[in-house]
């Protein structure tokens, strides 16, 4: 043990996979002591890296000739709060993860640098800022009595009050969240309040309407479009407790917010709250810690919550706010319907009654929506000859025509190729398009209505910074007659002219294996027929519609949607949850293995799996993933069960020190409440 005159230890971790805290000296004397929170330059291997300091000591069990100086502590930014801290902590803890690799990507890039210019830069320009606060909302509109008493709910509430809205499609939710803002201001003169959407393109527009109902709020936000030097100045001002509302997707659930006093989560149902690659967090579920520890409100909401939400309301442990009523004057839900397409064949993918629907829209000024959830021109190419199709060599996937680009993409490992001229094996020059994508649509549009003003939105037309935001506007300014898209266009949009949505092809989702695949399915008909028909009566007078293009017109979860059911949907869906011993009445984590050769991964999972027994956790037997192959690495997956979280997360903890010390070529990760199994 090295008793250091002058000196003092800084515990750091760091951004590396190894479960380990590095101490570094540091000359403490006269100077005043660094604490945890801050940032340090530390020398790590031949790199000099940043690391977050989470104590400080008199001495070190390592011995004096091999402890390295720290080289700087970044003592102009403040320090990390006990409360982050414990967050990181939590999040490292609960997915298994060591805390540096958590806490410090968490962090912007310009923070971890090993200059500080970028960060210096940032300091001085937030100081520039205009330090005025004014809370006050300005042109702030009269709520119906089920939005007033939401609205004094949320924003009244003191103390941990997780609140489930469970609101319609267009009833208004946003200004509930934004009246209790409003409240949660006037009453918390330095408060701050999160606000989480699950995507990035519906930022722009609660962006506006935030702005324009607090102009005198600091407004920062957290997503993954913004570059490295305006992420350092929002991060900061949150930081910094200057910015009082922080509206981000995820990734903002791991912003620094000393005075946090509210957590809205909109569209709290959506899958994109959990991360799939890396750190495999849920920001929902991150979110609600975050306010339990604080001791502070937090409202979830949605039209289709999540089960888990829904479980949760029901037992109430969760709060329930309902809005059973859409939020403008005469909007009423739109009334939907089932095409059957056995009965009506469709042409270029439209069923002859969606056609006729489109064409009154159309002679009315109104806009319509085709919603269809694959983009490209087509799933796969193939050659009537010889049965030939185009599969990914590295994938088990096919590869997808995008006509428009004349190319052949594989959606999973970005392998790109020119569109054959003929076929690769038999040398047939017929290959044909199979099945039907977003381009294939607006191709076929285009033809049956030559007059119409057609947008297609999806991650192939809005790759471009910007491009969707664009989009989205020139929907809103009304220049688009019919509008076709994938999950892009599905969820959370407020469009106004709307009065029509086309549902093309949901019926693979009816009969996939994952047991979430109804829950998510219902919810997302629900989101994209709930954006027909938001601002009232359309000029013709008549309701909007929702019409669903099926071959299964009789499967009950259509008629749960046609009826817009979702009570009634849940509660059947979580007693089948229980009676199958599925989430939420079930825990799980999922060890997933890469490896070239599927019968290497598969071996290290069995080992892994005889690794430890728990006569309370089950361990299933290794499997394939389903989509096997992924530019060319093969993958498996061992899935465990617990009954119980605690009993899960103290069996992974064991476990994985284990399995930590298995010598191994084969790349291994787990996830705990795996989402896609
Ligand atoms: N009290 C009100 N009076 C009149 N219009 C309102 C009122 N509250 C909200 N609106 C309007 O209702 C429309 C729908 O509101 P909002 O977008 O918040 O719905 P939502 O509940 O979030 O729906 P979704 O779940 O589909 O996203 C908006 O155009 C909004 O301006
Ligand atoms: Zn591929």
């Known amino acids: 043990m090295s008793g250091l005159l002058n000196h003092c230890i800084l515990q750091v971790v760091l951004d590396t996979p190894l479960h380990a805290v590095f ?54 930014l403040s320090p990390l709060s ?22 410090l990507p968490g962090l912007p890039k310009n923070t971890r640098l090993a200059t500080t210019v970028a960060l210096d830069r940032a300091l001085k320009k937030l100081a520039k800022l205009d330090t005025a606060h004014d809370g006050t909302p300005l042109n702030v509109p009269q709520l119906n009595p089920a939005q007033q008493q939401a609205a004094d709910a949320i924003g009244g509430a003191q103390g941990y009050l997780p609140t489930l809205l469970h609101g319609v499609t267009g009833s208004g939710k946003t200004e509930v969240y934004l009246q209790a803002c409003a409240q949660v201001l006037a009453r ?46 929002h991060w900061l001002a949150a930081h910094e407790g200057r910015a009082r509302i922080v509206l981000g997707t995820r990734l903002a659930i791991l912003a620094s917010l000393p005075a946090l006093k509210l957590i809205v989560i909109d569209e709290e149902h959506d899958p994109s709250y959990k991360q799939q690659e890396g750190l495999r967090y849920s920001a929902r579920d991150l979110a609600v810690w975050r306010a339990r520890q604080l001791n502070i409100p937090i409202v979830l909401g949605s039209a289709t919550p999540s089960l888990e939400s ?102 999973h490992c970005s392998l790109e190729m020119r569109i054959p001229r003929h076929c690769p094996d038999c040398g047939n020059v017929d290959l044909q398009p199979l099945g039907r994508g977003t381009q294939r649509v607006e191709e076929g549009l285009q033809q049956l209505f030559p007059a119409a003003r057609i947008l297609r939105i999806d991650a192939d037309s809005t790759r471009r910074k910007g491009s969707a935001q664009a989009a989205f506007d020139s929907v809103h300014r009304g220049e688009v007659d019919i509008l076709i898209g994938t999950q892009m266009v599905a969820k959370g949009h407020d469009f106004k002219n709307l009065t029509l949505v ?115 956790v089950t361990l299933h037997d290794p499997i394939p993933m389903s989509m096997t192959r992924v530019h060319n690495v093969d993958r498996a997956q061992l899935l465990l069960e617990a009954a119980s979280r605690p009993l899960l997360q103290a069996f992974l903890k064991e476990w994985l020190q284990v399995l930590r010390t298995v010598k191994t070529r084969v790349k291994w990760s787990l996830e705990v409440d795996p989402v896609d199994i």
């Open 23 to 76: 101490d570094y000296r540091w000359p403490c004397a006269g100077a005043e002591r660094p604490q945890a929170g801050q940032l340090a330059l530390v020398p790590f291997g031949r790199r000099e890296v940043a690391g977050l300091i989470v104590g400080v000591a008199d001495s070190s069990d390592v011995p004096a000739d091999k402890l390295k100086d720290a080289l700087a502590v970044r003592s102009q």
């Open 82 to 103: 006990p409360q982050w801290l414990a967050l990181a902590g939590f999040a490292a803890d609960y997915y298994q993860r060591p805390l540096g690799e958590v806490a």
């Open 188 to 233: 918390e003169p330095d408060g701050q309040i999160l606000i989480l959407v699950p995507e990035i393109n519906l930022t722009p527009q609660l962006e506006g309407n935030i702005r324009a109902r607090f102009p005198g709020v600091m407004l920062a936000t957290l997503h993954s479009s913004l570059s490295e030097g305006e992420r350092m100045l």
């Open 310 to 411: 829904w479980q949760h309301a029901q037992s109430g442990r969760y709060r329930l706010l309902t809005l059973r009523e859409r939020a403008v004057q005469n909007a009423v839900l739109p009334r939907i319907s089932l095409l059957d397409m056995e009965r009506d064949k469709p042409q270029d993918g439209l069923t002859s009654a969606l056609v006729a629907a489109l064409r009154l829209r159309m002679e009315r000024g109104e806009q319509s929506l085709l919603f269809l959830n694959r983009r490209g021109y087509a799933p796969v190419i193939c050659c009537e000859a010889c049965g030939w199709i185009s599969n990914c060599h590295r994938c088990t996937a096919y590869m997808v025509l995008h006509r428009p680009e004349h190319r052949l993409r594989c959606h």
């Open 502 to 616: 086309g549902i093309l092809n949901p019926d693979t989702a009816l009969f996939s294996q994952d047991y979430r695949a109804s829950e998510r399915l219902f919810a997302q008909l629900m989101q994209v027929a709930g954006r027909a028909g938001r601002a009232g009566q359309s000029a013709g007078g008549s309701v909007s519609e929702v019409l669903i293009q099926t071959r299964y017109p009789q499967h009950p979860l259509y008629g749960s949607v046609v009826r817009h059911d979702y009570d009634n949907f849940a509660s059947a869906l979580l007693e089948e949850r229980q009676q199958a011993a599925l989430p939420p009445f079930l825990y799980q984590a999922l060890l997933r293995a890469e490896a070239p050769e599927l019968a290497t991964a598969i071996d290290f999972l069995t080992q892994a799996r005889d690794l430890l027994v728990h006569p309370e």
